[in-house]
C-alpha cells in the first residue's frame, strides 16, 4: 500500500507540460501571424491566452506577445492595432524624411505616435503586472549587448519600455531610451526569431525541460540575388537590396531550434512571394497579401498545429 501512494505521490509531482508561443518581428508582416492565430483561436475553441503559458517576442512580435500575455487580449482584438487607423497613427512619419534620398539623415518615424498606441492599451502598467510570463528581447546599444526583459526578471520596467525597446528598428524608428536611462534598439539585430530564448527562460522560470514552443514567422525574403552584381556593392548598395531584410530573415536560430528542440518545436513561417519585403508597406494590396499568407500558413499548418498543442 505504501509504494502505491509513492508512486501516486511521486506521479502527481511531475511536471506539467508548459507552451510557449514565441513571434518574431517583421513590420506590418507579423499580421499573418495574427491572422493564424484568429484561426487557432476558433478551430480550438480556446483563446491564445489559454493555449500558452509563457509569450515570447522580438520587435513586432514584442508588441504581439504583450498584448496576448497582459491581460487575455484574443487574436481578433489584437488585429485591430495593424488597423489602417492604428499604422498610421504608429507610423507617424518624421519632420526630415526625404523619401527621394536613399541616405536618411534621420530615422523614417518619430516614436511619439507608437507610444501613444501603447499607452492606450497598456497605461503606465508594469511587466510584473502582465498576467502571464512575457519576455521580450532588445539592444543595449551603449554596452553593446543584448537585454533580455520579462515579467520575471524585470518587473520593475514598464510595459511600454519593454516594447519600445524591442522595437526600435535601426532606421524606422529611433533609438529608444528607457527610463532608466540605457539606450535600447530593436532586439532582431541579435535574433528576430526568439525561440530558443523562449525555450531557455521557460526552462528556468518552470523548472522543468517539459517545453513545447509554437515559432510563429513574418515571412522570408527568398529573392535571388546576383552574387557578382553584389560583389561591387558598398553601404549604398548593400541598402539598397535590403541588408537589414537579410539579417531578420536569417533562419539559423530556426534551424539551432529544430536540432535542440527537436518535435517539441513547430514554426510556421513560408518564403513572402509577392508581399513586399520592406516593413513598412501598408498599402491595401499590400496587407491583404499579408492576411492571405496567414490563411494560407493555417491551410498548411492549422491541423499540426492543434495536434501539436495537445498535452
Same mark, same amino acid.
Given at each position: 500500500?505504501?509504494?502505491?501512494?509513492?508512486?501516486?505521490?511521486?506521479?502527481?509531482?511531475?511536471?506539467?507540460?508548459?507552451?510557449?508561443?514565441? $513571434?518574431?518581428?517583421?513590420?506590418?508582416?507579423?499580421?499573418?501571424?495574427?491572422?493564424? $492565430?484568429?484561426?487557432?483561436?476558433?478551430?480550438?475553441?480556446?483563446?491564445?491566452?489559454?493555449?500558452?503559458?509563457?509569450?515570447?517576442?522580438?520587435?513586432?512580435?514584442?508588441?504581439?506577445?504583450?498584448? #496576448?500575455?497582459?491581460?487575455?487580449?484574443?487574436?481578433?482584438?489584437?488585429?485591430?492595432?495593424?488597423?489602417?487607423?492604428?499604422?498610421?497613427?504608429?507610423?507617424?512619419?518624421?519632420?526630415?524624411?526625404?523619401?527621394?534620398?536613399?541616405?536618411?539623415?534621420?530615422?523614417?518615424?518619430?516614436?511619439?505616435?507608437?507610444?501613444?498606441?501603447?499607452?492606450?492599451?497598456?497605461?503606465?502598467?508594469?511587466?510584473?503586472?502582465?498576467?502571464?510570463? #512575457?519576455?521580450?528581447?532588445?539592444?543595449?546599444?551603449?554596452?553593446?549587448?543584448?537585454?533580455?526583459?520579462?515579467?520575471?526578471?524585470?518587473?520593475?520596467?514598464?510595459?511600454?519600455?519593454?516594447?519600445?525597446?524591442?522595437?526600435?528598428?535601426?532606421?524606422?524608428?529611433? +533609438?529608444?531610451?528607457?527610463?532608466?536611462?540605457?539606450?535600447?534598439?530593436?532586439?532582431?539585430?541579435?535574433?528576430?526569431?526568439?525561440?530558443?530564448?523562449?525555450?531557455?527562460?521557460?526552462?528556468?522560470?518552470?523548472?522543468?525541460?517539459?517545453?513545447?514552443?509554437?515559432?510563429?514567422?513574418?515571412? #522570408?525574403?527568398?529573392?535571388?540575388?546576383?552574387?557578382?552584381?553584389?560583389?561591387?556593392?558598398?553601404?549604398?548598395?548593400?541598402?539598397?537590396?535590403?541588408?537589414?531584410?537579410?539579417?531578420?530573415?536569417?533562419?539559423?536560430?530556426?534551424?539551432?531550434?529544430?536540432?535542440?528542440?527537436?518535435?517539441?518545436? $513547430?514554426?510556421?513561417?513560408?518564403?513572402?512571394?509577392?508581399?513586399?519585403?520592406?516593413?513598412?508597406?501598408?498599402?491595401? #494590396?499590400?496587407?491583404?497579401?499579408?492576411?492571405?499568407?496567414?490563411?494560407?500558413?493555417?491551410?498548411?499548418?492549422?491541423?499540426? +498545429?492543434?495536434?501539436?498543442?495537445?498535452?
Amino acid at each position: 500500500m505504501n509504494n502505491f501512494f509513492n508512486i501516486f505521490k511521486k506521479s502527481s509531482q511531475q511536471p506539467k507540460l508548459k507552451k510557449v508561443l514565441s $513571434l518574431d518581428g517583421g513590420g506590418v508582416r507579423a499580421i499573418a501571424g495574427i491572422v493564424f $492565430l484568429k484561426k487557432l483561436e476558433a478551430e480550438s475553441g480556446k483563446k491564445i491566452f489559454d493555449s500558452f503559458d509563457m509569450f515570447v517576442g522580438t520587435s513586432a512580435g514584442a508588441f504581439n506577445a504583450a498584448c #496576448l500575455a497582459y491581460d487575455g487580449m484574443q487574436a481578433s482584438e489584437l488585429k485591430k492595432y495593424w488597423s489602417r487607423e492604428y499604422l498610421e497613427r504608429i507610423m507617424k512619419t518624421s519632420f526630415f524624411w526625404d523619401k527621394a534620398s536613399l541616405i536618411q539623415a534621420r530615422p523614417r518615424y518619430e516614436s511619439e505616435g507608437r507610444i501613444g498606441v501603447l499607452n492606450e492599451i497598456f497605461s503606465k502598467d508594469l511587466l510584473g503586472e502582465v498576467k502571464k510570463p #512575457l519576455v521580450t528581447l532588445a539592444y543595449d546599444v551603449e554596452n553593446r549587448s543584448h537585454v533580455i526583459h520579462s515579467n520575471f526578471s524585470s518587473p520593475e520596467i514598464s510595459i511600454i519600455d519593454a516594447v519600445c525597446a524591442s522595437s526600435a528598428a535601426p532606421m524606422y524608428f529611433p +533609438t529608444y531610451q528607457m527610463a532608466n536611462g540605457l539606450w535600447m534598439i530593436d532586439g532582431g539585430v541579435v535574433t528576430n526569431n526568439p525561440s530558443m530564448i523562449g525555450f531557455a527562460q521557460a526552462k528556468e522560470y518552470f523548472k522543468t525541460d517539459k517545453i513545447k514552443i509554437l515559432s510563429i514567422g513574418a515571412g #522570408l525574403n527568398k529573392k535571388k540575388i546576383n552574387g557578382e552584381t553584389s560583389s561591387v556593392w558598398g553601404g549604398v548598395g548593400w541598402l539598397r537590396n535590403d541588408i537589414m531584410g537579410m539579417m531578420l530573415d536569417s533562419e539559423i536560430h530556426h534551424d539551432i531550434a529544430e536540432d535542440i528542440i527537436g518535435d517539441s518545436y $513547430l514554426r510556421i513561417n513560408s518564403p513572402l512571394g509577392d508581399i513586399n519585403k520592406i516593413l513598412d508597406d501598408s498599402s491595401d #494590396l499590400n496587407l491583404e497579401k499579408i492576411h492571405l499568407m496567414g490563411m494560407n500558413w493555417w491551410s498548411e499548418f492549422g491541423e499540426q +498545429t492543434l495536434e501539436f498543442l495537445k498535452d
